[in-house]
Each structure stands twice: as C-alpha cells, then as structure tokens.
C-alpha cells in the first residue's frame, strides 16, 4: 500500500513524504510558502515520477502549526482524497516530529472510510482578521 504523506506544519515549508507498506520510504522537504504548497507537491510527485492516482491513501499533519500552512495543507489533502476517492489519515503532531518518526508511530494499516476529512487544529484560538 502506498501512502502520499503530506506535513505543512512550518509557514516557510512543506514535507512531503512516501509510505510504502507502513514505512517511509522517501521524504523530502520543500522550501515553499502555503500559496505554493500545491505547485510544490505536484512537482515533487513529477520527479518522482508518481500521480495522485499511484496512492491508496493520503496522510496529513492536520497541526497544531501555523494557522495558514496547517490550513492549506490539510485542504490540499482532503481535496486530492475526494477528487480520487481514496480515504485520508488526518494527523496530530504536538511534538513536532520528523516525517520518518511521526510515520514509525503512526500506524496506517487501518484505512479510514472514504468520504471522511481532515480538520486543521490549533493548539490557540485563532486570529483570523
């Protein structure tokens, strides 16, 4: 089973990441603004040769982070799990791990439904202006 693992917890960059068979298999981080998250993934998934289709489910780190970046990303993931209709992990990452720790604790081997999402969380209330 492969998993396309996506953690937009920093403001200044996105880590994105390949789980094959519950482990890391590749990772890379993008130096990339939350407005180019999504240019940023699709030329990382182009030189890695591999489509939204390649992936039986998507993982996202749902934050706590910055308010924008935890937003965008987990829109990006819960919008790619609908259009391909594939289920989606929504991710909790109070510690700040590394892709390669937070995929070693995180197990995948239960798929959640398809249909359902992943909700940003805050670990303050927002400030939305």
């Known amino acids: 089973m492969m998993i396309l693992f996506v953690c937009g917890q920093d403001i200044r960059s996105l880590s994105i ?19 180019q998250y999504l240019s940023a993934l699709a030329e990382t998934l182009s030189d890695w040769k591999l489509s939204v289709r ?8 749902t934050g706590p982070g910055s308010f924008t970046s935890s937003r965008v990303s987990a829109t990006i993931a819960n919008v790619m799990a609908f259009t391909s209709g594939i289920p989606i992990f ?6 700040r791990m590394n892709l390669h720790d937070l995929a070693a604790r995180t197990d995948f081997s239960a798929l ?4 359902q999402y992943a909700v940003p969380i805050y ?3 927002p400030h939305i202006t």
């Open 123 to 125: 670990d303050r209330p």
């Open 112 to 115: 959640p439904s398809v249909g």
């Open 17 to 35: 990441g390949l789980v094959r068979d519950g482990a890391l298999e590749r990772d890379v981080i993008v130096a990339a603004s939350p407005e």
């Open 90 to 95: 929504a991710i909790e990452n109070h510690e």
């Open 54 to 61: 390649d992936f039986d489910a998507i993982a996202v780190v």
